[in-house]
């Protein structure tokens, strides 16, 4: 399995930004998707997570009502979209897959992560 992310970029405090993540190699409708972030100084954290067959979702509780993850099934592509971005939303996102049907909040519960993509927030 294979996780390409991208659609990082510079974006004002109060914006957004669509971040994605591509996905090959697997039966997708058995995986469950992460989003993580990493802030500079700071362990990685969970984000936000989606049940590829059943669209559950679950999100860090800073981020609820500004983040969405959603996912295409055609373009094999989960991406977090991100509202109202804070500066402390600053970050290199990463995008994680676990072969399971299942809510997972820790990183060591996904098998197969993607390169990050950098998220700046200026305020």
């Known amino acids: 399995v294979q996780l390409q992310a991208s659609g990082g970029g510079l974006v004002q405090a109060g914006g957004s930004l669509r971040i994605s993540c591509t996905v090959s190699?697997?039966?997708?409708?058995?995986?469950?998707m992460g989003w993580f972030r990493q802030r500079t100084g700071k362990e990685r954290e969970f984000v936000a997570s989606i049940i590829w067959s059943s669209d559950r979702t679950t999100y860090e509780d800073s981020v609820k009502g500004r983040f969405t993850i959603s996912r295409d099934n055609a373009k094999y592509t989960v991406y977090l979209q991100m509202d109202s971005l804070k500066s402390e939303d600053t970050a290199v996102y990463y995008c994680?897959?676990?072969?399971?049907?299942?809510?997972?909040?820790?990183?060591?519960?996904?098998?197969?992560w993607g390169q990050g993509t950098q998220v700046t927030v200026s305020s």
């Open positions: 994680a897959a676990k072969r399971a049907l299942a809510v997972i909040t820790t990183e060591y519960g996904y098998d197969y």
């Open positions: 190699g697997g039966a997708f409708s058995s995986y469950t």
